[in-house]
């Protein structure tokens, strides 16, 4: 069980909060993947995270215009609608 009191949280100047371990479930793959070439050590995993906040910040609004669902997906999640 995870202490939420005592744990690392980010908060941004938008307003949003997230504990440390919630911010990193919360990543798009595009972002994890981001984070993951980032250099190992907490100080650099801290560094990526709080340079912005990842549900408003300039990775959000680049990926405006990206659909939800890939090309490659829309037949198979079609099908599982059926």
């Known amino acids: ?7 690392t949280f980010y ?6 909060t997230f504990h440390s371990h919630c ?9 994890k993947a981001k984070l993951d070439s ?3 050590g907490s100080e650099a995993v801290n560094n990526y995270l709080s ?5 408003c910040g300039s ?9 939800f669902i890939n090309d490659e ?4 999640i079609a099908k599982e609608w059926e």
């Open 1 to 7: 069980e995870v202490q939420l009191v005592s744990n």
């Open 11 to 16: 908060i941004f100047p938008c307003g949003h």
């Open 23 to 31: 911010i990193v479930q919360d990543l798009d793959p595009e972002q």
């Open 38 to 40: 980032e250099e190992t």
């Open 51 to 55: 340079r912005e906040c990842p549900y």
């Open 59 to 67: 990775h959000m609004i680049e990926m405006i215009d990206k659909p």
């Open 73 to 76: 997906d829309i037949e198979r």
